[in-house]
C-alpha cells in the first residue's frame, strides 16, 4: 500500500463534509477511508436511541448479515460488552475480550468471513453520541497504529458532518427572523433546537405541540400558522408558527422542528377572520365553523366574505388555499370552549 498521507486523508475527508446529502457524505468519507484501510465491508450508522437500532446512512459488503446489523440484539450485544460508544478506533485484536467471546464476531461476522476490522463510535464535539463507524477486512493484517492515529483525527470531522442537527439547523435556517424554537421528536418528546432559544408555549402535551402535529398531517413537509402567544384565545398578540418535517433525516428519530417567528401580514383580518380562516383551512362547513365560535351560521358568512375579498379570492376554497400556503390563518383547535373564552 503507498504510504499514508495524513494531511491530504484529512483535507479530503473535511471537503467531503460539504456535500449536500448526508448518505454522500457517508460515501465519500467511507472512500477516503479506504486509501488507508483497504477494508471489504464499511457501514456508518445513526442510533435511534428510541427504537434502539443503527440506522444504516451508508453500507457496503456486509449483505449476508444485513438483518442481525438491522436488529435490536446487534446493540444489545455491543452495549452488554460496552462497546456500543467506545470512542477510540478499535480493532478486532484490542477487543477487551477473546474475540469468539463476542457473539458480534463469533456468530456473524467470523461466518461471513472477515479476520480484522477497525471501528470507532462517532461522537460530536460536544459529546453527543451518533451512532458507527466500521470497517471489516478478510485480511488477518490488523490497521497499523497510524491509521488509528488518523481514523482518530478524522472523527470529530466525520461526526459533525453527518450530526442530524446540522441538518436542522439548516432547514430552520431557510425561515426568516426566527425567535425561538425547539425539535418534536417522533414520541412527542420535545427537545433543544441547537442554536435557538426556546419558547414555553413549545412543551410536550402543549395546545401547539398538538395543532403543530396536526397541521403538518394535514399539510406534509411543511405547515404555517399564527397562534396567540399565551396559547389562549383572548390575546391580540400573535405570531407565526413554522413546521417543517424532519421525518426524512436519519435516523428517523426526529418529527418536526417548530420555529417562532413574527406574525406575517394579515391583509386587514381581524382575529375572528383568522379563526373563520382556520375552519375554512379544514374544509370545515359554515355550520361546523359556527358551532365552534359560537356565532351564527349568517355571521360566519359575512366572516367568509370578507376574508375572500381580503385575500382577493373568487372563492372560499381559494381563500383556504391561499390561507394555508401563506400562514394567514388559527388552527381550529384553539377556537373550542366556551363563549366566555372567545374575543
Known amino acids: ?16 463534509g460539504s456535500a449536500a446529502r448526508v448518505e ?3 460515501e465519500d468519507f467511507l472512500e477516503q477511508l479506504r486509501r488507508v484501510y483497504p477494508y471489504d465491508a464499511a457501514l456508518i450508522t445513526l442510533f435511534d436511541a428510541q427504537r434502539r437500532l443503527q440506522v444504516p446512512v451508508t453500507r457496503r459488503g456486509y449483505e449476508p448479515i444485513h438483518p442481525y446489523l438491522d436488529s435490536v440484539a446487534f446493540v444489545d450485544e455491543l452495549d452488554g460488552a460496552s462497546l456500543l460508544r467506545v470512542s477510540r478506533p478499535m480493532r478486532v485484536i484490542d ?9 458480534t464476531w463469533a456468530k456473524h461476522l467470523r461466518p461471513a468471513g472477515f479476520r480484522e476490522g477497525l471501528g470507532t463510535a462517532l461522537i ?30 478524522v472523527m470529530p ?16 435556517d431557510i ?8 425539535l418534536l421528536t417522533r414520541s412527542g418528546r420535545i427537545e433543544a433546537l441547537p442554536g435557538r432559544p426556546g419558547h414555553p408555549m413549545v412543551c410536550s402535551g402543549s395546545p401547539l405541540v398538538r395543532v403543530s402535529t396536526s397541521a403538518l398531517h394535514r399539510d406534509g413537509a411543511y405547515a404555517s ?3 396567540p402567544v399565551d396559547g389562549g384565545v383572548r390575546t391580540s398578540e400573535l405570531v407565526r408558527v413554522t413546521v417543517l418535517s424532519c421525518a426524512a433525516v436519519a435516523p428517523g428519530n426526529l418529527r418536526a422542528v417548530i420555529l417562532i417567528s413574527a406574525a406575517p401580514p394579515l391583509h386587514g383580518l381581524t382575529r375572528r377572520e383568522l379563526e373563520v380562516l382556520g375552519g375554512l383551512v379544514e374544509g370545515w362547513s359554515n355550520a361546523r365553523i359556527a358551532a365552534t365560535l359560537f356565532v351564527a351560521a349568517r355571521t360566519v358568512v359575512s366572516h367568509v366574505e370578507h376574508v375572500m375579498a381580503k385575500l382577493g379570492a373568487e372563492s372560499r376554497t381559494m381563500a383556504a388555499m391561499r ?15 366556551p363563549p366566555e373564552t372567545l374575543r
Open 124 to 153: 460530536t464535539p460536544d459529546g453527543r453520541y451518533l451512532g458507527l463507524l466500521w470497517m471489516n477486512s478478510g485480511d488477518a493484517t490488523p490497521a497499523s497504529d497510524e491509521v488509528c492515529a488518523l481514523l482518530h483525527r
Open 24 to 26: 454522500e457524505r457517508a
Open 225 to 227: 400558522f399564527v397562534y
Open 175 to 182: 425561515v426568516a427572523d426566527v425567535s425561538a424554537g425547539a
Open 323 to 337: 390561507a394555508s400556503r401563506q400562514g394567514l390563518y388559527i388552527p381550529v383547535d384553539l377556537s373550542t370552549g
Open 157 to 172: 470531522l466525520i461526526a459533525s458532518a453527518l450530526d442530524p442537527l446540522r441538518t436542522v439547523g439548516a432547514m430552520a
Open 1 to 16: 500500500m503507498a504510504p499514508v498521507d495524513p494531511e491530504g486523508i484529512v483535507l479530503r475527508i473535511a471537503a467531503a
Open 95 to 103: 477487543l477487551p475480550m477473546a474475540p469468539m467471546e463476542l457473539p
